[in-house]
């Protein structure tokens, strides 16, 4: 039993590596470093997210949301069948606006990746939503005057580049960060902003002009005014773009988003299938620090991904799930490649306002059936039904 076990841990290993690749590609690049596409899953404000390690990078046309957060094991027990795992959790929203921005500022993403999403959250059909594309990179369109932002991943960083066209001038930009503890820079010229869980801090700080097919260098450095960030600049031909570049990175350790996996299938063709759950991608209320504070870690929603054959490309990701926590622990896959799993849903919620676990009109039981009288909650079971697209609940019934 035990060999079997190591056997499938081995499995789910070599599953969960090249979870999001694409082919052959520098495997010193991650591959999961995407834009994914607000289609109705959060709020309108919302335009993409990205997922780095221990910070979720929200991109809206005022600028970018960034919700910092770190987990630590705290403790373990066992409910029903069911083993729940406690995490502490400290987290931090710090919002970078860009001041006195144009009206009207849009987005425009680049490069769209291969593989989809699909999200059927909480129990309402009309905010689901399918094919939710993925992008390499984010643009903010005419944030100023002649200068546009673009937004995109460096090994596992994230970047942004102030594009500052022709004749533009490059003192209009002024960011702010609302909900940092301080923003300062530092002897070695970064900016340091600071959060309850450290320092993030923007360096690498790089401005330059093409000029003859080759990157010329143009001092720059970060620069305070009426407490707004901009940058200061030395010579340069104003009659040709100019970026400015800089690097954010985190010196605090965050950790990655909670993800386990429980069950894999294979279909007639080799294609992989496996379930399991995910922690939530909630975008953020408002900046501010989130605090500490314990969550069991089924906080998550059922995800169903289907990758290529060879492991090598994503096919889809389909989440489903409500506001109180899910997991997938059964798969299967029939000769027309729709999909099946099964699983347990936390549904009752603390907040008045729940999101529930998806049903379907005129499933088995469409009511959660959890006692309100117990002190946790000890779940419902779950079984629904996904079409070959991963993009069509075709049904989800409680039992």
């Not at 052959?24 to 991650?30: D, E, I, R």
């Not at 029939?334 to 005129?362: A, H, K, M, S």
């Not at 117990?374 to 419902?380: F, K, N, S, Y």
Request: net charge neutral; aromatic share 12%.
């Amino acid at each position: 039993m035990k060999q079997q076990f190591l056997s499938f841990l081995a499995l789910i290993i070599c599953v969960i590596t090249p979870l999001f690749g694409q082919g052959k590609k520098n495997t010193s690049v991650p591959s999961h470093e995407f834009f994914i596409e607000n289609k109705g899953q959060w709020p309108e404000e919302v335009k993409y997210l990205s997922r780095i390690k221990g910070m979720d990078a929200w991109v809206t046309n005022d600028g970018i949301t960034y919700d910092l957060y770190s987990l630590k094991n705290k403790a373990s027990s066992q409910v029903s069948a069911v083993k729940k795992i406690e995490y502490k959790r400290s987290g931090h929203v710090i919002s970078m606006s860009f001041k006195n921005a144009l009206s009207g500022v849009m987005t425009e993403a680049r490069e769209e990746q291969p593989g989809y999403y699909n999200y059927f959250i909480g129990s309402d059909p009309a905010k689901w939503t399918s094919h939710v594309r993925l992008f390499k990179e984010v643009s903010l369109l005419k944030v100023y005057e002649g200068i546009d932002t673009r937004i995109y991943h460096d090994e596992g960083s994230l970047r942004y580049d102030m594009i500052v066209k022709a004749g533009a001038d490059p003192n209009q930009i002024a960011m702010t960060f609302e909900g940092a503890h301080g923003v300062s820079i530092n002897t070695k010229g970064e900016l340091v902003v600071k959060t309850a869980l450290g320092d993030v801090i923007q360096q690498k700080l790089f401005a330059f002009q093409e000029v003859a097919g080759k990157r010329k260098k143009v001092e720059c450095s970060f620069a305070f005014n009426n407490g707004e960030v901009g940058f200061a600049l030395g010579k340069y031909d104003k009659t040709k773009p100019l970026i400015i570049d800089p690097l954010i990175y985190s010196t605090y350790l965050g950790s990655s988003n909670t993800d386990q996996l429980t069950a894999i299938a294979v279909d007639t063709a080799g294609a992989i299938y496996v379930t399991g759950t995910t922690a939530s991608q909630n975008y953020p209320i408002q900046p501010n620090e989130l605090g500490v504070y314990d969550y069991i870690w089924e906080k998550g929603e059922v995800v169903v991904t289907k990758l290529s054959r060879d492991g090598r490309s994503l096919i889809y990701s389909t989440f489903v799930g409500g506001s109180a926590g899910e997991m997938g622990y059964g798969i299967a896959v029939d000769q027309t490649l729709n999909v099946y799993v099964c699983g347990i849903t936390f549904g009752r919620e603390v907040n008045p306002v729940r999101n529930w676990f998806p049903t379907t009109t005129g499933a088995y039981d469409q009511t959660f059936n959890d006692d309100p009288n117990l002190i946790a909650p000890v779940g419902d079971a779950f079984v629904f039904k996904i079409n070959s697209s991963g993009s069509s609940l075709l049904y989800s019934t409680f039992i």
